[in-house]
C-alpha cells in the first residue's frame, strides 16, 4: 500500500492517531522508533529549530527540505504542518502544494488565521486539484482557529467552527483540526456536528487518548509541545554544563534512546 493510502487508512478508526509532531530528520526517526504510525511536523518546532519564530517566517525551501529529510528517515507517511500555505491567494497554493509533495508528503495541514473561510476553501480546492495531478491522494487537513485565536467565544466558538467545518467539508477537505477546543462535552458535540474525522490538539484539559477515541475524535496531535520541551531540556542541561563544567550534568538521569546514532541508519 502506497504512503498516502496508508495515512488515508490510519484515519479511519477503529483506533485514534496519535500524532508526536517532528521537527527535524533525527526527531521523526526517534519518534517513529517510539512506535508512531505517521509523522507529522509542527510548524512552531520546524521554525524554532531554523532559529525563527512561529508564523510563516522560516523560509518555505527550508520547510520542504526538512520534510525532505523526514521522509528520507522514516519508513511512515509524513504529513507537513504548511501553516497558511504560504499564499495570500488559491493560486499561490499551487506552488507550495506541488514542493511538499515533491518532497514527499502525503498531508498537509492549511490554516485559516484570521482570513475569510471562503480564502481557505478555494486553497482546499486548488490543494486537491494539485496532488490530483500529481498522482497523490493527498490528505487536507484543514485548520480552523476559531478557538485558537479567540476569534469567538462560548456558543459562538462552537457554531463558528461548526460552519467553517462545513464549508471545508463542501470543499473537499479530509479531516478538521480544532486547536484550543478542549472540553469533552463540545468536542463530542463537534463529532456529532461534523462529517469528516475530528483533529484536536494537546491542550490543557483536552481528555487522554482513550476519552477522545470514545467521543469519536479519530486524531490527536502534539502540536509544538515536543519540540518546546526539548529545547527546554536543552536550556536546562546547556545552564547546568556552563555553571559546573561537569560530564555528569549531561548523562543524569542516563539517555533511554538506545544507540541514537545507530538508529539513525536506514537501510
Not at 75 to 97: C, F, L, N, R, T
Request: proline share 5%; hydrophobic share 50%.
Amino acid at each position: 500500500m502506497t504512503a498516502d493510502k496508508i495515512f488515508r487508512s490510519l484515519h479511519a478508526g477503529p483506533d485514534l492517531l496519535i500524532l508526536p509532531n517532528a521537527w527535524d530528520g533525527g526527531s521523526a526517526r526517534v519518534i517513529e522508533a517510539a512506535g508512531a504510525k505517521a509523522i507529522a511536523t509542527s510548524s512552531a518546532a520546524v521554525a524554532w529549530g531554523h532559529g525563527y519564530p512561529d508564523g510563516q517566517f522560516v523560509p518555505f525551501e527550508r520547510v520542504v527540505a526538512t520534510v525532505e529529510d523526514m521522509v528520507r528517515a522514516v519508513k511512515v507517511p509524513v504529513s507537513a504542518d504548511i501553516e497558511s500555505a504560504y499564499a495570500d491567494s488559491a493560486a499561490g497554493v499551487e506552488q507550495s502544494i506541488a514542493r511538499v509533495i515533491g518532497a514527499g508528503a502525503v498531508g498537509v495541514n492549511i490554516e485559516d488565521g484570521t482570513a475569510a473561510p471562503d480564502l481557505l476553501c478555494a486553497k482546499i480546492e486548488r490543494a486537491k486539484t494539485v496532488a490530483a495531478k500529481a498522482g497523490v491522494d493527498l490528505w487536507v487537513n484543514a485548520r480552523i482557529d476559531v478557538y485558537l485565536r479567540k476569534l469567538a467565544s462560548g456558543e459562538q466558538a462552537f457554531n463558528e467552527s461548526v460552519r467553517r467545518a462545513h464549508l471545508y467539508t463542501a470543499a473537499g477537505a479530509d479531516s478538521i483540526f480544532v486547536p484550543a477546543l478542549a472540553l469533552a462535552d463540545e468536542i463530542g458535540r463537534m463529532v456529532e456536528r461534523i462529517k469528516l474525522p475530528l483533529n484536536v490538539l494537546a491542550w490543557p484539559g483536552v481528555p487522554d487518548a482513550a476519552t477522545l477515541k470514545r467521543l469519536g475524535v479519530r486524531r490527536l496531535s502534539a502540536g509544538g509541545h515536543l519540540g518546546r520541551a526539548a529545547y527546554d531540556r536543552t536550556f536546562v542541561l546547556a545552564s547546568a554544563f556552563l555553571a559546573e563544567g561537569r560530564v555528569e550534568t549531561l548523562v543524569t538521569p542516563p539517555a533511554t534512546v538506545p544507540n541514537l546514532n545507530g538508529l539513525m541508519q536506514r537501510l
